[in-house]
């Protein structure tokens, strides 16, 4: 298969991986380096994708191990962080959607890693258990335990109220 039939094939996908990698990443310029990184490992080796396969898949297997080997590396490093891309004091007041969407955002942080991705492949990218299964190499019955609990987590976190740093009156 030609490079020009391959770039039409991943055309469609780049904005599921850009969502999916957003997700992961929370930093716009951050999840478009990772999903560019993700389409040159794909385009690299494309002759070791499996013609019969899902290439939805395979490209989010492939996003979500170079996320883990980055995040891996950030622990072993630690990060940077710029005094210009520092929070001002003072900032301005959010909408209660900006605050709820953010309180969920922060929750997700709270899951364990194996539970996050499953979480986000199933709940935000509209993937199949079949489908999660096969990007994650779990067995089916281990991401239907792993999603029920993630949810049961999530759910549990965004009750008590524990990633709220402020309360918020009505």
Excluded: C
């Amino acid at each position: 298969m030609a490079r020009d039939d391959a770039g039409a094939l991943l055309e469609p996908l780049i904005p599921a991986l850009r969502r999916y990698a957003y997700s992961l990443v929370r930093d716009h310029s951050a999840a478009d380096d990772l999903v560019q990184d993700t389409l040159e490992r794909a385009l690299s080796r494309w002759f070791l994708r499996r013609a019969d396969g899902d290439l939805r898949a395979w490209l989010f297997t492939i996003l979500r191990n170079l996320y883990i080997s980055a995040y891996r590396r950030r622990r072993r490093h630690g990060t940077e962080v710029a005094i210009d891309d520092a929070t001002p004091i003072g900032t301005p007041a959010r909408q209660e959607a900006a605050l709820e969407a953010q309180d969920v955002l922060s929750a997700l942080d709270h899951l364990p890693e194996e539970q996050k991705s499953l979480l986000l492949l199933v709940g935000v990218e509209d993937l199949s258990y079949a489908d999660a299964a096969r990007i994650l190499d779990l067995p089916m019955g281990t991401v239907m335990s792993r999603l029920s609990r993630a949810r049961q987590r999530l759910r549990s976190i965004l009750e008590t109220g524990r990633t709220t740093l402020l309360r918020r009156v009505k």
